[in-house]
């Protein structure tokens, strides 16, 4: 959750998000829909809003929860101004909506709608897609867990997505549901068949439809493929990957042997990506120009011997 002061045309106020940016699409959509479309936001912790408005926060938090994912909880620009002062504001966030970019957030949802529709794999009826600002927000429901994640992949690939929210359920047609324990047992059996997939290392759990796997592998390669194998498995509803990877040693040229692996890659503009090497963990920062790019660089860390945990902060920038 999220608390800001808010200056628009309209004077100060208070908002609440259970969002974690102010600049999220949803975040920006409902603010348009009240008239705000230019505003300077100034984050505030929420205990201290908490503080200055006791009870009457507690009840607005509570219906952000249950009904919305943005509230105003005070909207006298006298009252604001008189609650917080200025030492007290935190991170500083200026937005102003683009009639163009708007333009450009109509033709993207062309793309990535003509785009699903073009896979036959995926039922794209029911799919829902919404774009503000090159973020791409996927809603409605599927009938299988492989149709949810092939249609993220090929939103993922479009031209232009910068980011995307996937909210899609799996709704297996007709009611036609499978036990927690025949899911389960199918799981280990497809599993105990992949030879990718260390014999004995892993565990699954499932519950409501939902898989979850843990313990411990040594490759990225073969967390991956544990759980691509159960995509197509009937009845699941998702997969919670929790498997780690716990390389045997460190290697004391890793950061090295990421860098040439990245400039091995044609379609990466290597100098752009910032590396950083903690122990077994690879942090990468910087910018790239897809999300084909940035899955390509995390892939080769992965690649790298050594490597047990990849945080992958890279920016996917808009095509000039």
Do not use: C
């Not at 929860?65 to 030492?87: A, N, P, T, Y």
């Not at 062309?110 to 029911?126: C, K, M, Q, T, Y």
């Amino acid at each position: 959750m999220k608390t800001a002061l808010m200056l628009s045309g309209g004077g100060p106020l208070v908002v609440a998000t259970s969002h974690s940016s102010l600049t999220d699409p949803r975040v920006l959509e409902q603010l348009h829909e009240k008239g705000i479309d230019k505003f300077i936001a100034y984050e505030l912790p929420v205990r201290l809003v908490k503080q200055r408005y006791g009870g009457h926060f507690a009840a607005e938090v509570h219906d952000l929860h249950q009904s919305k994912d943005l509230q105003v909880v005070d909207e006298d620009g006298d009252r604001v101004f008189g609650f917080f002062r200025f030492r007290e504001l935190g991170h500083r966030v200026l937005y102003e909506r683009d009639e163009a970019a708007g333009v450009a957030n109509i033709s993207l949802r062309d793309e990535v709608i003509d785009a699903l529709a073009f896979e036959p794999s995926v039922r794209s009826g029911n799919i829902g897609v919404a774009v503000e600002g090159g973020t791409v927000k996927l809603t409605g429901s599927v009938g299988t867990y492989s149709e949810k994640r092939k249609a993220e992949e090929i939103v993922r690939h479009v031209r232009g997505v910068r980011g995307l929210v996937e909210e899609i359920e799996v709704r297996p047609p007709g009611g036609d549901m499978m036990s927690d324990e025949e899911i389960a047992r199918r799981a280990l059996s497809i599993l105990a068949w992949d030879t990718r997939v260390p014999q004995d290392m892993i565990q699954v759990r499932v519950e409501d439809g939902g898989i979850t796997l843990t313990g411990e592998v040594e490759w990225y390669y073969q967390k991956a493929a544990a759980e691509n194998a159960l995509h197509r498995l009937h009845g699941v509803k998702r997969i919670d990957n929790n498997i780690a990877i716990r390389p045997p040693d460190q290697i004391a040229d890793m950061k090295a042997r990421i860098e040439s692996a990245l400039k091995r890659i044609a379609a990466l503009e290597a100098d752009r990506i910032r590396i950083s090497v903690t122990g077994q963990i690879v942090l990468l920062e910087g910018e790239v120009n897809s999300w084909a790019e940035r899955d390509a660089a995390e892939d080769a860390v992965w690649a790298t011997p050594g490597v047990g945990k990849v945080d992958d902060r890279l920016q996917v920038t808009a095509f000039d």
